[in-house]
Every structure is written in structure tokens, then in C-alpha cells.
T-cell receptor, first 114, second 112 residues
Framework: NAGVTQTPKFRILKIGQSMTLQCTQDMNHNYMYWYRQDPGMGLKLIYYSVGAGITDKGEVPNGYNVSRSTTEDFPLRLELAAPSQTSVYFC?????????????FGPGTRLTVL | KNEVEQSPQNLTAQEGEFITINCSYSVGISALHWLQQHPGGGIVSLFMLSSGKKKHGRLIATINIQEKHSSLHITASHPRDSAVYICAAPGGTQGGSEKLVFGKGMKLTVNP
């Protein structure tokens, strides 16, 4: 199993550009998450999904969109990139059940908006 | 909303030392997570616990539900333990939310 994979690993965007961060997991997990990590700050939840077709906002959803058409994929879309979106983005997944289930993290995408 | 605090924020230790990392939270919870972030950035889950104590190798995690406090202990520390250690708790007002709230992490450096 590859686990949780993310692409790209690094990206530089200009203000106003758009991009999609890809996330795929091969563990048949229903729950998937997108987090951002800013220097010196804890991970913050952007969006999450409890299954295909179901998504919900996290703590910091503004400026982002998600979709979940399959169990495996959970892409994160930035429509109009802003410098405040410079961050490291992590995708994670876990199997269905109580929150006392291990979350598996992808390797992260380092995004810089100039 | 749950607030998660970790202390200390940074710690430098010598190889072999016993290390304790603390985590406190403000709202009663169903589970607490400890994670490790490697220097390269990768994040792995170490423990999830709702009561008592868990042990894995040289790592021991404890939780006191009444005091809303958890500790992660590392025995016989080694340079490969150098990482950022993060605790996380459910963020809902009653501690059962799907959304985890993360501490800022504690950066541990173990010198040979």
C-alpha cells in the first residue's frame, strides 16, 4: 500500500492563480482531511469528508474548495491564490469509527504564493 | 472550542536522558492523539488514548481525564528521537467533534 499520497510536493504560485492539490489514499478509508501548517502554529483543519459525496468545513475553509467523488481522492482547490495561503498542506485519512482511530498523513505540499 | 497547550515549546537533551512532554486541554474529551513530525516534515501517529497509559518501545503516553492533561515520556532518548511532538484533541464543545484541535508542537533535539 502506498498509503496517502500528495502531489505536487512543492509549488510556487503568483497571486490570483489557481491550483489543485491532489490527495489519494489506497486504504479504503472513508474519512479524509485537509490541514494547513503555518510556521510556529499547530495544524489547522481546512475541510474534511466522511465519505464520497460528503464534505464539511473545518476551522479555516475560506479561499479553498474541495470535492469527494470517490473514496480514494480528495482534491483541494485554491481559486485565487493569496500570500496568506503560503503554507504546508497535509492530507490525512482514517478508517470509519470513533475519533480514536489513527490518522495517516501524506508527505505534504509546500506552497508559496508570491 | 477545545484549546490545546503544549509545554515546553523547545527542549534540548543529551542522549540517554528521560524526557517528558506535556499537553493540556480545556474541554473534556473522548480521545487524545500524540503525533511525531520528522525533521523532513512527515507526520506519523504515535498514540491515541482515552484513559490510563500506553507504551510502545521507549515511548509511554499517559492521560489524566480529570485534570485534562496528558504526558508523553521518552526513556533512554536517542538522537533519532529528535522531532516535533504534537498532541491533538477533539475540538467540539463536548469533546466529541470530528474536528481535531492541534497543539503547536514541542521541538525536541537530542544530542549525542
Amino acid at each position: 500500500n502506498a498509503g496517502v499520497t500528495q502531489t505536487p510536493k512543492f509549488r510556487i504560485l503568483k497571486i490570483g492563480q489557481s491550483m489543485t492539490l491532489q490527495c489519494t489514499q489506497d486504504m479504503n478509508h472513508n474519512y479524509m482531511y485537509w490541514y494547513r501548517q503555518d510556521p510556529g502554529m499547530g495544524l489547522k483543519l481546512i475541510y474534511y469528508s466522511v465519505g464520497a459525496g460528503i464534505t464539511d468545513k473545518g476551522e479555516v475553509p475560506n479561499g479553498y474548495n474541495v470535492s469527494r467523488s470517490t473514496t480514494e481522492d480528495f482534491p483541494l482547490r485554491l481559486e485565487l491564490a493569496a500570500p496568506s495561503q503560503t503554507s504546508v498542506y497535509f492530507c490525512a485519512s482514517r478508517k470509519t469509527g470513533p475519533l480514536l482511530n489513527e490518522q495517516f498523513f501524506g508527505p505534504g505540499t509546500r506552497l508559496t504564493v508570491l | 472550542k477545545n484549546e490545546v497547550e503544549q509545554s515546553p515549546q523547545n527542549l534540548t537533551a543529551q542522549e540517554g536522558e528521560f524526557i517528558t512532554i506535556n499537553c493540556s486541554y480545556s474541554v473534556g474529551i473522548s480521545a487524545l492523539h500524540w503525533l511525531q513530525q520528522h525533521p523532513g516534515g512527515g507526520i506519523v501517529s504515535l498514540f491515541m488514548l482515552s484513559s490510563g497509559k500506553k507504551k510502545h518501545g521507549r515511548l509511554i503516553a499517559t492521560i489524566n481525564i480529570q485534570e485534562k492533561h496528558s504526558s508523553l515520556h521518552i526513556t533512554a532518548s536517542h538522537p533519532r528521537d529528535s522531532a516535533v511532538y504534537i498532541c491533538a484533541a477533539p475540538g467540539g464543545t463536548q469533546g466529541g467533534s470530528e474536528k481535531l484541535v492541534f497543539g503547536k508542537g514541542m521541538k525536541l533535539t537530542v544530542n549525542p
